[in-house]
């Protein structure tokens, strides 16, 4: 179970970092350029790795139902507005929400379809999740406000 915990961790780091890179580029350019070559260079970088553990494509199949392949759009969707969304509030904030947001619809979708646990405790948990983000966002509010100096009076103007 460790090694499990230790992947996911990784997993975090890399969707972190990805996420940053693909952030600057999206500002650079745009949130759809950087989403494009988000996938173009994966796309490129997962054919090598298949080629190199398997026997390539020969044992790639299209035996699932079609809607098993929407997972490719909404991945690009999210590279999309994380690219739009990261450079504007922060990779910090943007992880917490995006955070959040899986939460919210991970306890939908176990509801809906699998119905195991405490709804109330699920509830309970994306509450604190979401709190968590309010207490974070309005503690660097105060710090903002505490930084800002006043602007100075402006100088009076004769009227002549």
Same mark, same amino acid.
């Given at each position: 179970?460790?090694?499990? /915990?230790? /992947?996911a961790?990784?997993?975090?780091?890399? *969707?972190?970092?990805?996420r !940053?890179?693909?952030? $600057?580029?999206?500002?650079?350019?745009?949130?759809f350029?950087? !989403?494009?070559?988000?996938? /173009?260079?994966?796309?490129?970088?997962?054919?090598?790795?298949i &080629?190199a553990?398997?026997? %390539?494509?020969?044992?790639?199949?299209?035996?699932?139902?079609?809607?098993?392949?929407?997972?490719g759009? #909404? %991945?690009?969707? &999210?590279?999309t507005i994380? !690219?739009?969304?990261?450079?504007? @509030? %922060? !990779?910090?904030?943007?992880?917490?929400l995006? *955070?959040?947001g899986?939460?919210?619809s991970?306890?939908?979708?176990d509801?809906?379809l699998?119905? @195991?646990?405490?709804?109330?405790m699920?509830?309970?948990?994306? @509450?604190l999740i /979401?709190?968590? *983000?309010?207490?974070?966002?309005?503690?660097? #509010?105060?710090?903002? $406000?505490? @930084?800002i100096?006043p602007?100075?009076?402006? #100088?009076?103007?004769?009227?002549?």
């Open positions: 179970m460790l090694i499990y /915990i230790a /992947i961790l990784l997993n975090g780091v890399c *969707i972190s970092l990805s !940053s890179v693909n952030g $600057r580029l999206g500002m650079a350019r745009s949130a350029y950087a !989403s494009l070559w988000n996938h /173009i260079v994966g796309f490129l970088f997962l054919t090598v790795v &080629f553990m398997n026997d %390539g494509f020969s044992g790639f199949h299209f035996n699932a139902p079609w809607y098993a392949y929407v997972g759009a #909404l %991945g690009a969707l &999210f590279v994380n !690219s739009y969304i990261l450079p504007r @509030t %922060g !990779s910090t904030q943007a992880a917490m995006i *955070i959040s899986q939460m919210i991970g306890v939908a979708i509801q809906l699998h119905s @195991t646990g405490s709804l109330w699920k509830f309970a948990g994306v @509450t /979401i709190a968590g *983000i309010w207490v974070s966002k309005l503690s660097a #509010l105060r710090k903002a $406000r505490a @930084t100096q602007n100075p009076a402006p #100088l009076a103007v004769k009227k002549i």
